[in-house]
């Protein structure tokens, strides 16, 4: 688990470094707020875009780990605990929809 | 704002110093960085709180996979109390949409003196942001702690008594309750709530403090998560902003967290209360249009 959480918050930091390298180096000094939907559309810089993908990689981490204590719960047939982790994720799910809308 | 080179290394070393003063003196960088990007480089406050929640999941997430988990947390625990949390994360989110700038000052102004009224009385350090100091203890080879299966209880290692002591936790319904409030507070204020929940645990649900302290850092990512969507929504991530300062932040607390046991915290802690006063007194009467310096 401590493998994936890792690797989560790698890719989360190199996106954001590599953004903030991009942002710095390209003169680009405006730091707009940047909208979940705007992420993948026209009119957001190179380096933005990629801090905002990172801040994005970043927020879903803790959603991955809350993921994987559901797998190995059910594994170990702890299905009560599954209902509750599964609620989690739900309750994650709904803030990222509401989020990207 | 505009972010050149100069102004992404001051967020760089502004997010290190109060992560690293946080973890030193037991609070979250929140408390901290949220006042210094408001008074000092003119943030909006909701942007403010939008880049503390990134740094609180980076904090999170860092401290979770540096330091390994002893097994303190209980994770059934708080999993069962981030129902509670992710909802009113969400809650506190929305609600600081509608809520008036200005009201929102005075709300963080109250916070910021109530934290350091407790920590001028001498409260220790209340764990905070995923990097307790129970996480920082070097490692034994004993068993940290073990959680049943199926149910709220477990037992943790007691360093005094040399042996595993079993507890159960009780009043699952206070706790989640306690644990709402917590994540609407997070929401609301960019803070990681641990100071609520911790004492919601010891004293209403009967956890021991160590297991407590773990647990919630635990659950704190996950609760931040939930409310940072909602800010995404509303573009008030910055993400030229929150990069330098959520690196910042966690670098800074972890270190301040591996170093914290070396280093006499209680002259500090006086130091930065006295601040914060200072600085929940100008929050106030920014909120009112009141000017003072600059």
Redesign the interface.
């Known amino acids: 688990m401590?493998g994936l959480?890792?690797g989560?918050?790698a890719v989360?930091?190199v996106l954001?470094?590599v953004?903030?390298v991009v942002?710095?180096a390209s003169g680009?000094?405006?730091?707009?707020?940047?909208?979940?939907r705007?992420l993948v559309g026209t009119g957001v810089s190179p380096?933005?875009r990629l801090?905002?993908l990172?801040?994005?990689a970043?927020?879903?981490?803790?959603?991955l780990?809350?993921v994987l204590?559901l797998v190995l719960?059910a594994r170990?047939r702890?299905w009560?605990?599954v209902g509750?982790?599964a609620?989690?994720v739900m309750?994650?799910a709904?803030?990222?929809a509401?989020?990207?809308? | 704002m505009e972010l050149h080179l100069a102004t992404a290394l001051a967020l760089l070393a502004v997010g290190f110093f109060a992560g690293w003063l946080g973890a030193l003196v037991g609070l979250g960088g929140g408390i901290i960085i949220i006042p210094t990007l408001v008074l000092g480089f003119g943030v909006d406050l909701r942007v403010a709180v939008a880049t503390s929640l990134v740094a609180v999941v980076a904090t999170s997430t860092a401290a979770g996979s540096v330091f390994v988990g002893k097994g303190l947390a209980h994770l059934r625990l708080g999993m069962t109390l981030e129902v509670f949390t992710t909802l009113g994360g969400i809650t506190g989110g929305l609600l600081a949409l509608r809520v008036p700038v200005e009201a929102l000052s005075v709300v963080f102004a109250a916070l910021v003196s109530g934290t350091a009224v407790l920590m001028l009385r001498g409260k220790d350090a209340r764990p905070e942001q995923g990097a307790p100091r129970a996480a920082a203890e070097p490692e034994t080879t004993e068993p940290a702690g073990e959680e049943e299966r199926g149910r709220l209880a477990g037992s943790y290692f007691d360093a005094h008594q040399g042996a595993l002591v079993p507890y159960r936790a009780v009043r699952v319904g206070l706790g989640g309750a306690v644990s709402f409030a917590a994540g609407v507070l997070s929401g609301l204020l960019g803070v990681g709530g641990g100071f609520i929940k911790v004492p919601a645990m010891t004293l209403g649900m009967r956890v021991p403090f160590k297991v407590a302290a773990a647990t919630s850092n635990f659950m704190i990512g996950v609760t931040a998560a939930a409310s940072l969507f909602i800010y995404l929504s509303e573009g008030l991530v910055h993400p030229a902003l929150a990069t330098p300062v959520a690196l910042g932040v966690a670098g800074g607390a972890l270190l301040g967290t591996a170093t914290s046991r070396r280093v006499s915290a209680t002259l500090l802690r006086r130091l930065l209360a006295l601040v914060l006063l200072a600085v929940a007194g100008q929050l106030t009467l920014k909120a009112f249009g009141v000017r003072l310096g600059r």
């Open positions: 401590q959480l890792r989560g918050l989360a930091v954001m470094v953004g903030l942002q710095v680009e000094v405006a730091a707009p707020g940047v909208p979940l705007a380096g933005t801090m905002g990172g801040v994005l970043l927020g879903l981490t803790p959603g780990r809350v204590l719960w170990e702890d009560r605990f509750v982790a609620l989690v309750t994650l709904v803030s990222l509401l989020g990207g809308g």
